[in-house]
């Protein structure tokens, strides 16, 4: 529009100069021009503003790593290096690669990633993240991911895609803002005719029909939704959330009930055993023991874990039996084969399917271990909440938001941290295709759903939900079905992205209730001959 308004006047004033009679207005063209430039100057300050903030994980990534190879130092580059190499990291460099200290401590700042200030002290066994910034540590670490897997690509994998599909609302006002420049050009010569016929002369009638023109420019309306949402994208970047597409916002301000896994969401994930109880006489638990921490190894899930630490202090290492047939049940537990006999660790589900019939009046969580039909052992795991668990779902429920806790684990134990951390609605003994249900029956009564999770078994849900949110310590698994991934581990991130979104889209509707007053205003006084051009770019300029 400014520039058709532009090229008019421009061709009007050679026309009054070539018949040497009327005033041309060369000047004002160039002050139109200049004044939408400035605009646009100070349109593109905003983005690239909010797009510095996004840039942050990428700048100084490592070109090169340290590899040992035969106690020799070798400088390769980051996508050379494979699974297994020996990574040596010195205190100030940034790591490219994920992998898992096999000598060394020392400090690492995270604050790229998580939005976490405090260094994070890592000693052998702990995992390095890429992106994350050695402080005064000089370790040896095994690579555990190639640099095109690593979490540091994958994020910025992800703020990429992230600005590629659009909100509903950013789709609507483009559509607007098409038909609004076929509208404005209808009503600018419709305003010419009236001024011209009314009678004015055909200059004042073509100012006043310029006006029109250079003072609407949908530049505001289109402007809206695009920078508010790199702004949301920034932010969330820079507290350590990462949302994959910007869509995401919109629907992230919208929902009105958050869905919650127990295990490593609201809980720490990290269970330890409180009570242990054997069936079996002493002669027959060395041995059983034994085939009980052969089957935990087998799993990664926190109950296991925790199982298997426990059995660690308590009995002196040794050679561990073979097992054959292993195999993970989904949210219930293992089995495998240990010569002919057939071992059973997990739930009470699992117990009830192997023909045991376990007692399971507990507030805790429990893991029972079975070989054949015959209960050996009874382990009470206590897993304490997030520190920030009760205020964050306090603040939550005070802002509008149903929360609902959705557990694998039985009755009483779901209880007691439901109880702990003051949310009201919860379903325990939950499978993962009931989690899924239970969430497709919450969106088919009208509701919005956020589910927040961390393990293969919220995969189901994660991707039900209208947004999955997955936790910091989320399974890879966990992490690509979901479309906000939290690198920061604590629920606060959590309340923090609602805030975001809600902000954000508040924004939006914010920016284009101002952009529509701005043209109800002005049009109606231009059309009335009461704004010159120049005074149209200026105000046009400033809307923007």
């Known amino acids: 529009l400014v520039a058709t308004g532009a090229l008019l006047t421009y061709l009007y004033s050679i026309y009054i100069t070539l018949l040497e009679k009327g005033e041309a207005y060369f000047d004002s063209v160039t002050m139109i021009i200049t004044f939408v430039l400035i605009g646009k100057f100070l349109e593109v300050l905003s983005k690239k503003s909010a797009a510095d903030t996004l840039d942050v994980l990428s700048k100084h990534i490592p070109g090169e790593v340290t590899l040992l190879q035969n106690g020799e130092q070798v400088n390769v580059a980051v996508g050379e290096v494979q699974v297994e190499d020996v990574i040596l990291l010195k205190s100030g460099e940034k790591a490219a690669i994920d992998g898992e200290i096999i000598e060394g401590e020392g400090s690492f700042d995270e604050s790229s990633l998580t939005g976490e200030s405090d260094p994070i002290h890592k000693r052998p066994g702990d995992h390095v993240t890429s992106g994350t910034t050695s402080i005064d540590a ?51 010569l419709a305003t010419f005719l009236v001024w011209w016929f009314w009678p004015h002369s055909f200059e004042t009638a073509f100012m006043v029909g310029i006006s029109v023109i250079v003072i609407a420019c949908p530049c505001a309306l289109a402007l809206a939704t695009p920078v508010a949402t790199l702004v949301g994208l920034g932010q969330g970047a820079k507290r350590g959330i990462l949302f994959k597409e910007a869509a995401q916002l919109e629907t992230l301000a919208q929902t009105d009930t958050l869905v919650l896994d127990k295990t490593g969401t609201i809980t720490e994930g990290r269970p330890q055993v409180v009570t242990a109880q054997w069936y079996v006489d002493d002669a027959r638990k060395e041995t059983l023991q034994l085939q009980l921490q052969a089957l935990l190894n087998a799993s990664k899930h926190p109950v296991a874990v925790g199982v298997s630490e426990y059995l660690d202090v308590e009995a002196p290492l040794a050679a561990l039996p073979i097992l054959d047939e292993v195999r993970q049940i989904t949210a219930k537990g293992m089995v495998a084969r240990c010569e002919a006999q057939m071992l059973s660790g997990g739930s009470a589900a699992l117990m009830r399917e192997q023909g045991v019939m376990p007692a399971d009046e507990s507030e805790h969580t429990l893991f029972y271990f079975a070989v054949g039909d015959e209960l050996i052992a009874r382990f009470e795991l206590s897993d304490k909440p997030k520190a920030d668990a009760a205020e964050v779902i306090r603040a939550l429920t005070h802002s509008g938001i149903d929360v609902m806790m959705l557990t694998g684990d039985h009755e009483a134990a779901a209880r007691r941290v439901a109880r702990e951390v003051g949310i009201e609605h919860f379903h325990a003994s939950f499978t993962p295709e009931a989690k899924a249900d239970m969430i497709a029956q919450m969106q088919n009564d009208g509701h919005k759903v956020v589910m927040a999770g961390d393990g293969v078994n919220d995969i189901l849900a994660l991707a039900q939900a209208e947004i999955g949110i997955a936790m910091g310590n989320g399974s890879d698994i966990a992490i690509d079905v979901s479309d906000v991934v939290l690198m920061n581990d604590s629920l606060s991130a959590l309340e923090e992205s609602f805030r975001i979104g809600r902000a954000t889209f508040g924004l939006v509707k914010q920016n284009l209730g101002l952009s529509l007053v701005y043209n109800a205003i002005t049009i109606p006084l231009a059309m009335a001959g009461y704004v010159i051009p120049l005074v149209a770019a200026i105000s046009m300029s400033l809307s923007s």
């Not at 979490?151 to 994998?157: F, H, K, V």
């Not at 950013?170 to 509208?183: G, I, M």
């Open 138 to 188: 000089v370790v040896q670490y095994r690579a555990t991911k190639d640099f095109e897997h690593s979490t540091l690509s994958n994020i910025l994998t992800m703020l990429e895609r992230s600005l590629s599909k659009k909100p509903k609302i950013e789709q609507l006002a483009n559509r607007l803002s098409e038909y609004f420049s076929t509208v404005i050009l209808l009503l600018a």
